[in-house]
Nanobody, 117 residues
């Protein structure tokens, strides 16, 4: 079964930084991902785009994180990272890794990021 596995979530103080990582399971290494990225969902809010790295269109960031977050992808290794800087309480959410291969989408289980003093 193809699975995306996130890591790096946790508790961070406002103004701090955190880096999330995502890696496809072994079965997923056989896929060619055209895009990989991150979404997030906070309690009471709908899921929103954080950042996506696409082979065809480059990188796109959600307006709320643009300039603070940076996405990087290693397509050969089927990994993607999200470096988050200048974190604030509004960034608290479950961050979910996603990938697209052909017409199919794959999702991780999510990792909690909590920004609090």
């Amino acid at each position: 079964q193809v699975q995306l596995v996130e890591s790096g979530g946790g508790l961070v103080q406002p103004g701090g930084s955190l880096t999330l990582s995502c890696e496809a399971s072994r079965s997923g290494r056989d896929l060619r991902f055209g895009a990989m990225g991150w979404y997030r969902q906070a309690p009471g809010k709908q899921r929103e785009l954080v950042a996506i790295s696409s082979t065809s269109t480059g990188t796109n960031y959600g307006s709320s994180v643009k300039g603070r977050f940076t996405i990087s992808r290693d397509n050969a290794k089927k990994t993607v990272e999200l470096t988050m800087n200048s974190l604030n309480e509004e960034d608290t959410a479950v961050y979910v890794c996603c990938g697209r291969a052909g017409l199919r989408e794959y999702w991780g289980q999510g990792t909690q990021v909590t920004v609090s003093s």
